[in-house]
């Protein structure tokens, strides 16, 4: 029993949370005072609004890279956050998953947009308060993002799977830690890769494959282009999505192709 104690607990060469830096916040927030679940909710609202949304340089990067940048998606946030849940002394783990790239529709160029793989690699964490799991997907995106696109888009269905979120209740997304789960890409889910311990296990095996090129082109290029899209987006500058491929066929990208 105590070995599958500690493997919830485990720190790794991504889940450095016993790192200095890591270190250091936990201290500086006085989190380690807090109950069982409020240190949850505390690692949990400063991974989703002070780590804004954004796109790393890779997926497979330690925790102490992600809070160095400042912003992160979901698997860099991932990362994270369960290397501040494991400083706290809160059991978690990795599920992984692959999400459609219509939810990426608006972040991604349409220039670049048809050379994005079909399936893009997704994770989320659960995480064990009271004795039983808890999904936690909902603090991928920032409030300013989030708020900016229910504002766009409060006059049509609150159904959405662009623009970084995959929601079937745009207008109130319970994405606030409040003891139970949380999501806000889980609708653009598609394939599910299970549970894992850690990251680092997972991307041994399930890393994202863009090859050499789509590679260089992401890492330098596209993903500094997708960055300053979300920026904008954060001040309400959303990106217009044109009438989507016919071999796109999710039913979340409903009216959306109408959006000026």
């Given at each position: 029993m105590q070995d599958q104690e500690n493997r919830y607990l485990r720190m790794t060469p991504l889940l450095n949370g016993d790192s200095p830096e890591i270190s250091a916040l936990v201290r500086e927030r006085g989190w380690r005072g807090l109950s069982e679940h409020d240190r949850i909710g505390a690692a949990y609202d400063f991974v989703r609004n002070e780590i804004r949304f954004g796109y790393n340089f890779d997926d497979?990067?330690?925790?102490?890279?992600?809070?160095?940048?400042?912003?992160?998606?979901?698997?860099?946030?991932?990362?994270?956050?369960?290397a501040i849940l494991r400083a706290l002394g809160?059991?978690?783990?990795?599920?992984?998953?692959?999400?459609?790239?219509?939810?990426?529709?608006?972040?991604?160029?349409?220039?670049?947009?048809?050379?994005?793989p079909e399936n893009i690699v997704h994770t989320w964490v659960e995480v064990r308060l009271d004795g039983r799991w808890i999904d936690l997907e909902g603090f991928i995106v920032d409030d300013d993002v989030l708020k900016a696109l229910q504002r766009r888009f409060a006059a049509r269905s609150d159904s959405l799977c662009a623009y970084g979120v995959g929601t079937d209740c745009l207008s109130a997304p319970g994405v606030?830690?409040?003891?139970?789960?949380?999501?806000?890409?889980?609708?653009?889910?598609?394939?599910d890769f299970g549970l894992y311990d850690d990251p680092d296990t997972f991307y041994l095996t399930h890393g994202q494959d863009l090859g050499w090129f789509r590679g260089l082109l992401f890492r330098y290029i596209i993903r500094r282009w997708m960055n300053r899209r979300v920026e904008a987006m954060r001040g309400g500058d959303i990106p217009h999505i044109p009438a989507r491929p016919k071999n796109e066929g999710s039913r979340h990208m409903t009216r959306l192709e109408e959006a000026k």
């Open positions: 497979a990067i330690p925790a102490t890279r992600v809070l160095a940048d400042g912003y992160g998606q979901c698997n860099t946030k991932a990362t994270l956050l369960m809160i059991p978690c783990r990795l599920h992984g998953f692959t999400i459609r790239k219509s939810l990426q529709r608006g972040i991604v160029p349409e220039l670049v947009y048809p050379i994005a606030e830690w409040a003891g139970k789960e949380t999501y806000i890409q889980k609708t653009g889910i598609n394939q």
